[in-house]
Structures are given as C-alpha cells and as structure tokens.
C-alpha cells in the first residue's frame, strides 16, 4: 500500500517557537490533510488541502501541497501551550481511504 | 450537532469474545469509515461504506465485519476477540462530492479496546 513518512517523529520547543513538520511519499496524492490528536480523543482536521502548490492558513497554522503532488508541510507559528499534541499527515489519492503518516508528538516548553 | 459518535468508549474482553462498536453521525454524511490506532502508528482504514448497503474492505479487515442499514449509522463486529485487536477503533465520516472530492471528514473520539 501507500506510506508516508512523516518527520520529524517527535519535537520539543519553547513557547513562542515556530514549528515545521513535514511529510512524504513514493505516491503522488490529490488530497493531503493535516489534523490534531489530543490524547484520548479522535483526530480533528486542521487544514485541507485540494490542489499542487496549494498554500493554505487557519490562523497560526500554514500548510502547503507541495508541486510534485508527493509532499506537505504543515507550519506553526508562535507557538502556545495548548499546540501540544499529536501531528497527522493523510493523504488521499481516490474518494473513500485515507493514508495516515505515523503522527509528530509536539510538546511546547513554557 | 453531535457530529460523529462513538459507543462505548472503553471495552475489555475476553480471547474468543465478540462485541459491537457503535458509531452514528448527524451530519448526513454519505460516507463512513471504521480506523484502528495502535500504540504510536497512525491509523489504519478497516472497512468504509460509500452509502446505505453498501460496505469494502480497507487496509486490516480480517477479523472484522460492518453493516450500514442507514445513513446514520456503521457499527463494526468483532466475531472471535483476539489480543491482535487491542487497539483505539475510530470511526470517521465525511460527504463526497459528485466531482469525488471528501469534504469535513470528521472522527469520533475512540472506543479503547483491550482483549486479554
């Protein structure tokens, strides 16, 4: 099947950092989504992205499908307390199935 | 708006056991999906359904079944528990579009299984 990779695994930042995560594949996708997983919750989409070279922001989140339709980075500016969580790349190339990347465990330092 | 649904939230069961995870959406979503997460892995798609009566097999179905009566609900079988399906089940749905785009694909928060 498809795989992503998602880096980096794990981060640790200080309060008011920005972020950069980012993920790949051997597989070119029409949809890449980005979501947010608090523990013992499901994911929440942060952001959506639909076209190569498509750059989109929800308030301090950026992301961007990148050109060759095989990769997106998801960009945090300023980072809180409350960004703390687990990262999700998913990428979709036909309607129906999601491929999820292994997730970025992000803990802001205050 | 409840959004998507899941029951119950924490399970136990025996090797051999069966049981059925529930999951409903209000958002008359045509398509819905069941995921498994395994500790530190992103989640993998068990089985979907594009619309009422109709159901296809994701990624990881063995082990598994689904009906999709209505609309509103998806609810997953496990027929013989094993401790490989020890796992957090999310269901998840999202409204598909003529042109094949998924819009709002939305997740319910879990149901956290353990099978010893």
């Known amino acids: 099947g498809q795989q992503l990779n998602q880096s980096p695994q794990s981060m640790f930042i200080q309060e008011g950092e920005d972020v950069s995560m980012n993920c790949t594949s051997s597989?070119?996708?029409?949809?890449w989504l980005w979501y947010k997983q608090d523990p013992g919750e499901g994911p929440v989409l942060l952001i959506a992205?639909?076209?190569?070279?498509e750059l989109t922001s929800n308030g301090r989140l950026t992301a961007q499908f990148g050109t060759t339709r095989k990769d997106s980075f998801l960009n945090i500016s300023a980072s809180i307390p409350s960004d703390v969580g687990i990262y999700f790349c998913a990428g979709q190339f036909s309607a129906r199935q999601l491929t999820f990347g292994s997730g970025t465990q992000l803990t802001v330092l205050p | 708006n409840a959004g998507v649904t899941q029951t119950p939230k924490f399970r136990i069961l025996k090797i051999g056991q069966s049981m059925t995870l529930q999951c409903a959406q209000d958002m008359n979503h045509n398509y819905m999906y069941w995921y498994r997460q395994d500790p530190g892995m992103g989640l993998k798609l068990i089985y979907y359904?594009?619309?009422?009566?109709?159901?296809d097999k994701g990624e990881v179905p063995n082990g598994y079944n689904v009906s999709r009566s209505t609309t509103e609900d998806f609810p997953l079988r496990l027929e013989l528990a094993a401790p490989s399906q020890t796992s957090v089940y999310f269901c998840?749905?999202?409204?598909?579009?003529?042109?094949?785009?998924?819009?709002?694909?939305?997740f319910g928060s879990g149901t956290r299984l353990t099978v010893v």
């Open positions: 992205l639909y076209k190569a070279g």
């Open positions: 998840a749905s999202s409204y598909s579009s003529p042109g094949g785009r998924d819009y709002g694909y939305t």
């Open positions: 359904s594009v619309g009422a009566g109709i159901t």
């Open positions: 597989s070119i996708f029409n949809t």
